[in-house]
């Protein structure tokens, strides 16, 4: 990973490091749901992310298929962060992250443990336990999980790198749907934390980093557009404008008009 930018516009913005990694864009990305790998490629690079994600229950983990995924995607351009979506149970996930280690992946995995084969959401019990196994094996983890405080400041405890609550449903690009919830995680936890899952279009990454969080992982959103290389671009450039967002600090609300010119010295 490249080291962050420090500044902008005059503005101080300490670079994100997430289990001691610091991390040169605060948009991850995924490599799921794309037409072909050319176009996955494509729109990886225009996202300007340098961390992507590989489910590693879902693909060819032999990376010298070029049909494969992995034959396209260059560990020294990228840090592949292993995923364990598709995993229903703690013991699932945890089997596919030491798959992932010795197949040649880093230390650090993105944990999913799904609880409803619905609606996707997170069987927090066993990502909870499945988390304190995996750190104890020397895993960096980063935590999927739904937007409650209190299971992110277990997961917190439990020794997780990052902890990444859904802004909403998996898949579903509903945007944002708590963003009291979200602002409070972020306000009380010390590790990054990252929204994963649901942001459907750039105003809902833009939204979500005005929330003041650390990144933001996607994938369906910008693999699923119908020109997936141009809202990858968007992405970057609306997570981006999120962070400055955040760090200008936006005007108060007030249900009152206040003229925007001053109303002393007029004429007449």
Known sequence: MSTARSSTHGLTDPPLVIGG??????LLVGTGKYRS????VQAIEASG??????????????RTREEGMLYHLDPKRYFLLANTAGCYSAEEAIRYARLAREAGFNEFVKLEVIGDRETLLPDTDGLLLATRTLVQEGFQVMAY??????????????????VMPLASPIGSGLGLLNPYSIRTIKKRLKVPVLVDAGVGTASDACVTMEQGVDGILMNTAIAEATHAVAMAAAMKH?????RLAYLAGRMPRREVAVPSSPTSGMAG
């Open 37 to 40: 790998n050319a176009e996955m």
């Open 145 to 162: 999980t739904n937007d409650d405080l209190i299971m992110a400041l277990r997961l917190e405890d439990a020794g997780a790198a990052a």
């Open 21 to 26: 990694r610091t991390l040169g864009s605060r």
């Open 49 to 62: 992310a340098d961390v992507v994600t590989v489910a590693v229950r879902r693909v060819d983990l032999d």
């Open 238 to 242: 609306a997570v981006e404008a999120g």
